[in-house]
C-alpha cells in the first residue's frame, strides 16, 4: 500500500464525525472558491504557454489522470505524460502520489494539486482534503476542474479557444473526437466565444455542483440511510457486499481506499455494450451498489434481485420495470446528460464535468453509512 493510499484511509477515518460526504463535497468547493485568487496568476502562464504552442500533460495518482484525460467537459488537447518528457513551455498537471515525480525538463510549468514537493518552476493548489474530511483525490479532481475552467477562459481572453469533450454518450461525442482528431486539432477556429472575466468559470462550476450536492441530500437522504441499513444488515449476517463502479476516477475511488475493504470492487459499464461484466455470485441478503453513469445497470438489476439480493445504484435515468421494487433504491446524481455543466457564450458544448466529484461523494457517503 502506497503511503497516498494510506494517507487516503486515515484521512477518511478521522473525518467519520464530520458527518455526511456529499456535504463534505459541497464544503471542499466552497473551498476552492477562497482559492480563486490564487488560481488567477498560475491559469495566466499556463494559458500563454498553451496558445504559444506548448503542450498540456497530466501526471502522477492514475486515478486523478483519467480523470482529467478523455474526459466529457474536459480539454481534448491534454495527454498523459507517462515515459514522454515535457519540455520547457508546456504546462503539467500533477496529481502527487508517493514519492513520484513528473518528467520534466527545465521551464516546464508544473501545477501540483497539493503540497509542494520542491519541483523548479512548480506552482501548488491545495486539496483540501483533510481541512473538509474528503478523500484526497476528491479534492485534487475539485481543484483541478476549477483550475482547468479558468484555464479554458485564460485562453479565451488570449482569442483562443481549446476544443472540449463532449460526452461520448451523447449524439455528437464520437463524431466530435473524429473531427478533432482527439486533439491533434486542439484549438477551434473562428468559434466566436466571448471573452469571461477572470473568477467566473470556476464560481459557476462551484455554484453548480454545490447545488447539484444540495439536492442530493435534501432528496436522498432517506434513501441513502436506507441503503445504510441495509448494508450494515448485510455485515451483521456474514453476506456479500459489492460496489461496482465505472467512470474515470473509478474503480481505483473504491478499490484502493477502506472502500475497498468493506465492499468487494469491480468494473460494470452500464450501457456500454462489449464490456465484460463481473461473474460474481449474489444471494439473499447481499446488497450491490453500482456507482454508474448515464444508463441504469438493467442487467445488473434484474440478476441480482432474482437472487433475492438488495441493489442500489446511482445513475441519471432509472430501469422502470423496478421503480417500485422495494430492495432497489436509485440515487439521481443530479447532474444532465452531457455531465459538463458549466456555459461559455459562444462555446459549442458545455465544458467541466460534475461526476466525478459527485458520484465519488455518494460513494464515500455509503461506505460511511456502512458501520454501525
Not at 145 to 172: D, H, Q
Amino acid at each position: 500500500m502506497t503511503p497516498f493510499i494510506v494517507a487516503i484511509n486515515l484521512v477518511c477515518r478521522a473525518a467519520d464525525a464530520l458527518g455526511s460526504h456529499v456535504l463534505r463535497a459541497a464544503s471542499l468547493l466552497d473551498s476552492c472558491r477562497a482559492d480563486l485568487p490564487a488560481v488567477v496568476p498560475i491559469v495566466k502562464d499556463a494559458a500563454s504557454r498553451l496558445v504559444k504552442g506548448g503542450r498540456l500533460w497530466a501526471d502522477g495518482l492514475p486515478a486523478l489522470v483519467s480523470e482529467v484525460c478523455g474526459r466529457a467537459g474536459g480539454l481534448m488537447m491534454i495527454r498523459r505524460l507517462s515515459d514522454a518528457k515535457a519540455g520547457p513551455g508546456d504546462v503539467v498537471l500533477f496529481f502527487p502520489s508517493g514519492d513520484q515525480r513528473p518528467n520534466v525538463e527545465d521551464g516546464c510549468l508544473v501545477v501540483t494539486f497539493g503540497p509542494k514537493t520542491g519541483m523548479p518552476c512548480e506552482r501548488a493548489l491545495p486539496n483540501h482534503a483533510s481541512q473538509t474530511g474528503v478523500s484526497p483525490a476528491i479534492g485534487m479532481a475539485a481543484s483541478a476542474w476549477v483550475f482547468t475552467g479558468e484555464m479554458v477562459a485564460a485562453c479565451a481572453r488570449l482569442g483562443r479557444m481549446p476544443v472540449m469533450y463532449e460526452s461520448i454518450g451523447a449524439y455528437g461525442g464520437h463524431p466530435r473526437i473524429q473531427q478533432y482528431k482527439d486533439g491533434e486539432i486542439a484549438w477551434h477556429e473562428d468559434l466566436g466565444v466571448k471573452p469571461v472575466p477572470t473568477g467566473v468559470v470556476g464560481a459557476r462550476f462551484i455554484d453548480t455542483v454545490s447545488r447539484m450536492l444540495g439536492r442530493i441530500e435534501k432528496e436522498h437522504r432517506s434513501d441513502l440511510d436506507r441503503i445504510g441499513e441495509w448494508a450494515r444488515e448485510a455485515a451483521r449476517q456474514g453476506k456479500r457486499l459489492y460496489m461496482y463502479s465505472m467512470g474515470h476516477i473509478f474503480p481505483d475511488e473504491i478499490e484502493k481506499t477502506d472502500i475497498g475493504k468493506v465492499f468487494r470492487s469491480g468494473v460494470w459499464n452500464a450501457g456500454f455494450r462489449g464490456h465484460k461484466t463481473p461473474d460474481d455470485p449474489y444471494a439473499q441478503g447481499d446488497l450491490v451498489v453500482h456507482i454508474g453513469y448515464q444508463h441504469p445497470p438493467s442487467d445488473l438489476i434484474r440478476k441480482v434481485r432474482s437472487a433475492g439480493a438488495l441493489v442500489a445504484y446511482v445513475s441519471i435515468t432509472d430501469d422502470r420495470d423496478f421503480r417500485r421494487d422495494a430492495g432497489v433504491v436509485r440515487i439521481d446524481p443530479m447532474w444532465d446528460w452531457p455531465d459538463a455543466c458549466v456555459e461559455i457564450e459562444g462555446c459549442d458544448v458545455p465544458i467541466l464535468p460534475a461526476s466525478g466529484i459527485i458520484n465519488s461523494s455518494v460513494a464515500w457517503e455509503i461506505y460511511r453509512l456502512s458501520h454501525d
